[in-house]
């Protein structure tokens, strides 16, 4: 495996690649002062040339910057699973995808390519989660809930049942979410309360 990005990110997928007995090849980066993380070299962005016989993971935090890597470049994408993490026998996950240890993703539920669900997050069933959507550490997402492309559910935050959250929208760490969220709206609070969307609306 390669990884594209190396920062705090990378170190933790490094470390599930290694619990999942997956060899990690080297990680490209585009600052070039980089030489070596965890252990591994560390390749200029500017001297990479991908190979077709190599699988990929995109190591970076920033939706947007995945998304971006990924529509920039045609690459073979891998994905990575903690060890620990529980998924239910009838759920997929996309390419590109990273979950990460004590994670639970149940039944029914359906991950989206490059999506990162994080430390001790929790997806339950019938859950459908769009691409390049990050799902933080202790973030409760009860059943039958869609999340749109590239949206960022904030730490410890949690949805209740049959919401529909859109695409790009930002939840605050520890908010509620009760209500449907249009796409392009930050969200925080308990209830969540919509403080602004991306024209400036609210």
């Not at 392009?184 to 400036?200: A, E, M």
Request: charged share 20%; aromatic share 4%.
């Amino acid at each position: 495996m390669i990884l594209i990005g190396a920062s705090g990110h990378a170190k933790v997928i490094i470390d599930i690649l290694e619990k999942m007995d997956d060899e990690v090849a080297y990680l490209v980066d585009a600052n070039p002062e980089i030489k070596e993380l965890a252990g591994y070299e560390v390749i200029a962005d500017s001297t990479f040339e991908p190979s077709e016989d190599e699988e990929y993971i995109i190591s970076i935090g920033s939706n947007t910057i995945r998304k971006r890597i990924v529509e920039q470049r045609k690459l073979k994408f891998g994905w990575a699973i903690h060890p620990t993490a529980i998924l239910g026998d009838d759920v997929s996950v996309g390419q590109g995808t990273v979950v990460m240890a004590g994670a639970i993703v149940n039944s029914s539920t359906q991950i989206g390519n490059h999506c990162i669900i994080n430390t001790s997050a929790s997806v339950d069933h019938d859950c459908r989660i769009g691409d390049y959507v990050h799902i933080s550490p202790n973030a409760t997402l009860c059943g039958s809930i869609e999340v749109g492309e590239g949206t960022q559910i904030g730490a410890g935050a949690t949805v209740i049942p049959n919401i529909k959250i859109g695409k790009w929208v930002t939840v605050g760490a520890g908010a509620v979410i009760v209500r449907d969220v249009p796409d392009f709206s930050t969200i925080v609070g308990n209830p969540g309360r919509i403080i602004k969307t991306k024209n400036g609306e609210k």
